[in-house]
T-cell receptor, first 113, second 112 residues
């Protein structure tokens, strides 16, 4: 299967700061990437769909000004959590699509203190 | 609203038994069906996909699709404790959208 990487794997930041998470497709080009958030023992929640060269499409209830997504190339999408608060602490996972199936990155665990 | 339903479990089976995981979906036009495995604290890993009615086998895993009943299942033969995880069903709907709809997952526990 295809390989998707994420960086960093873990990050701790102070409330009010911003954090950038990178998602890379290593061995294929992904015109579409997805960003998910998962709280402990809960299901995946799709936050946004990231399309190369265009604005991301956000799911209802996700603040686009708080979660900035940039998909500058066919292999890189970034998610920036701006002005982070403790309630933003979660497991953030990206995925990239082949023709049909999705391949997930290893996830980034964000803790906001 | 496109829905994918799974029993949250936990489903507990003894080592060596067959584990049967089920998933139903609401969009009759759905085209593609996926099973992901997610270990605690890790991201999901694609283990099977199926597009056509019938069975698809890969090692100890068999995916079964019945579009008429809007039902997809995953069978795990000779279950091992290492199979203990949450299994997510995902469905790509009609219309060329590649945005999958995920079920909430079924927790599987394989006890020695």
């Amino acid at each position: 299967g295809a390989v998707v990487s994420q960086h960093p794997s873990r990050v701790i930041c102070k409330s009010g700061t911003s954090v950038k998470i990178e998602c890379r497709s290593l061995d294929f080009q992904a015109t579409t990437m997805f960003w998910y958030r998962q709280f402990p023992k809960q299901s995946l929640m799709l936050m946004a769909t990231s399309n190369e060269g265009s604005k991301a499409t956000y799911e209802q209830g996700v603040e686009k000004d708080k979660f900035l997504i940039n998909h500058a190339s066919l292999t890189l999408s970034t998610l920036t959590v701006t002005s982070a608060h403790p309630e933003d602490s979660s497991f953030y996972i990206c995925s990239a699509g082949g023709w049909n199936e999705q391949y997930f990155g290893p996830g980034t665990r964000l803790t906001v203190t | 609203q496109k829905e994918v339903e799974q029993n949250s479990g936990p489903l507990s089976v003894p080592e060596g038994a067959i584990a049967s995981l089920n998933c139903t979906y609401s969009d009759r036009g759905s085209q593609s069906f996926f099973w992901y495995r997610q270990y605690s604290g890790k991201s999901p890993e694609l283990i099977m996909f199926i597009y056509s009615n019938g069975d698809k086998e890969d090692g100890r895993f068999t995916a079964q699709l019945n579009k008429a009943s809007q039902y997809v299942s995953l069978l795990i033969r000779d279950s091992q404790p290492s199979d203990s995880a949450t299994y997510l069903c995902a469905v790509n709907s009609s219309g060329g959208s590649y945005i999958p709809t995920f079920g909430r997952g079924t927790s599987l526990i394989v006890h020695p």
